[in-house]
């Protein structure tokens, strides 16, 4: 069994903010807002670091590495077609780890992944918008 | 009289809740009216004394039932002649809109404050409004953006992300869990008023299907239609009042987490110990004073963490300090969600859990009547990154 891919996803309507987020796929990056002054990663985006208070932000491509903090097993079809059970994980970034995303874990039995696991970012394109997802990183 | 913190010149005077059902035979108005004038009356007033209201989180009017009624809905239907009122829903969970009343009791903007909170989830979902969150195929905006293209998009899944963490760490087990539901069933039953009545056996709630690992069916509440509303005095106001007083002791209102469903760091405790901490520090009182303890029930998990958070048991201990079920029973050492909870009673979300402990303290619990003539009651809302809670006493 895998882990069906949930269709209709709600997608976001995108901004200033958390647009290189939501379209850095398309390159195949993980953008994530940085700041230039400290390297610190800010995330939800904003134009403000909270380490240096600096004004200078630019998106920044990290791996794509992260390691899942927690982990559920949805079994409700929360409206009539949506595919279920499916994985919703909140991943910690390897770069640094307080930045935290929800995702879904694919590509996978649902019963598979741990908290602990590594995993790896990829990418749904779903209109203009691409879904960061993660799959187990079995080579870890 | 002067007073070191300002909820201690605060006592609650007065409570009322309509009919508690998965189907209403009211309005979500009617059932408002029912609440508030049954407040008033408990507490000795008539409509003309109340000069302050304030609700949690306000009127939404998105047919979803989470909040139907507001305030203007409910001055004008009992032609409420008002000094003060307001309600907040960014604030330390469903509780802030008593903390407000408090502080506006405490400045002396009004005498006596009608709180309330309705729901009208169990009509809303028959009409097939079920969540407001987003509506398929249209985009999300603000904070949802980061949780509903992955369908988190309700309490139970984002929840679940903490309450999977504290299993990790704890080592709880199943059957531990399982006595939250268990307990709030067995009080339901000797409360006429309660949702559902029926015993639940720990087969039973193993045997239940998974809503989200590791929240089962009976760890999430009941959407029902029903309202509470409690009166809110000065403490010299109150004196006078039939009820004898019960004057807020301490509350924990504070924020000193990353107030974000996904960013908060602390994922094992959410964001309760800080929480927790305030209110202690506002009291000479201990967890070991305190006789019953209504927790908030939205989740069982919900429950276990505030178990730990207040103070009651050992972090990550909660699952031995539960197990069995005897020390959190009636009889027991810490009688908790003694009307059966969220869970059994009904989602009034801790407004339930207000009015049982007035219901407590008062002596009023019948059948379910803690004995030993408990004075101190500890009450906590929300989870995740929300935290409220307070302490009740006797005076």
């Known amino acids: 069994m895998s882990t069906p891919t949930p269709s209709r996803r709600p997608l976001p309507v995108l901004d200033i903010d958390n647009r290189s987020f939501w379209t850095g796929g398309g390159t195949g990056k993980l953008m994530i807002t940085s700041c230039v002054d400290c390297d ?93 997802l993660f799959v187990l990183d079995r080579g870890a | 009289m002067t007073y070191s913190h300002p909820e201690k010149s605060c006592a609650i005077t007065g409570i009322g809740q309509s009919v508690i059902s998965r189907a209403a035979e009211k309005s979500a108005l009617g059932l408002t009216v029912d609440a508030a004038m049954q407040a008033i009356e408990d507490a000795g007033l008539r409509r003309e004394d109340i000069d302050g209201v304030s609700t949690w989180p306000g009127g939404l009017g998105d047919g979803t039932g989470f909040s139907p009624i507001g305030i203007p809905a409910l001055q004008d239907a009992l032609r409420l002649k008002l000094n003060w009122y307001a309600n907040t829903r960014e604030t330390a969970g469903q509780f802030g809109a008593l903390f407000l009343a408090i502080m506006a009791v405490h400045a002396r903007l009004c005498r006596h404050v009608l709180v309330f909170r309705t729901m009208y989830q169990a009509t809303a979902r028959k009409a097939g409004l ?72 720990l087969d039973e709630y193993m045997a239940a299907p998974y809503i989200s690992t590791p929240l089962r069916i009976f760890d999430c509440d009941v959407p029902i239609d029903g309202s509470t509303a409690i009166i809110v005095s000065h403490r010299e106001n109150a004196g006078d009042l039939p009820n004898p007083v019960l004057h807020i002791e301490a509350i924990g209102a504070s924020m000193q987490y990353r107030n974000s469903w996904s960013q908060l760091q602390e994922l094992a405790t959410q964001a309760q110990p800080k929480v927790a901490e305030m209110m202690w520090s506002r009291t000479d009182l201990k967890p070991a004073d305190v006789d019953v303890a209504e927790l908030y029930d939205g989740f069982s998990f919900h429950t276990i963490n505030w178990l730990e958070n207040f103070g009651f048991c050992n972090r990550f201990e909660a699952g031995e300090f539960i197990e069995g079920g005897t020390r959190i029973a009636l009889d027991g050492e810490l009688p908790i969600n003694t009307n059966g909870g969220a869970l059994s009673a009904g989602r009034m979300h801790a407004y339930g859990q207000i009015h049982e402990a007035c219901v407590q303290l008062w002596g009023r619990g019948g059948e379910r009547q803690v004995k030993g003539d408990p004075a101190v009651a500890a009450l906590s809302t929300a989870g995740g990154p929300l935290a409220g809670c307070f302490l009740l006493v006797r005076s």
């Open chain 1, 40 to 132: 610190y990663l800010i995330h939800p985006p904003t134009d403000f670091c909270p380490v240096c208070e600096s004004r200078r932000v630019a998106p920044k491509a990290v791996s794509g590495q992260a390691t899942i903090i927690s982990l559920t097993v949805n079994y409700r079809a929360w409206y009539p077609d949506l595919p279920v059970p499916y994985v919703v994980a909140l991943v910690a970034l390897a770069e640094q780890p307080e930045v935290q995303l929800i995702t879904n874990i694919v590509d996978c039995d649902p019963l598979e992944p741990r908290i602990g696991d590594r995993v790896r970012v990829k990418f749904e394109q779903c209109e203009e918008v691409f879904v960061p």
């Open chain 2, 130 to 201: 079920v969540n407001a969150s987003f509506q398929p195929g249209a985009r999300v905006h603000d904070k949802m953006v980061w949780h509903a293209p992955y369908h988190a998009y309700v309490a139970a899944t984002q929840q679940a992300l903490y309450f999977a963490r504290y299993v990790h760490e704890s080592g709880i087990r199943p059957e531990q869990v399982a006595q939250v539901a268990i307990n709030g069933r067995r009080n339901a039953a000797l409360n006429p008023a309660a949702v559902y009545r029926k015993p639940l056996t």
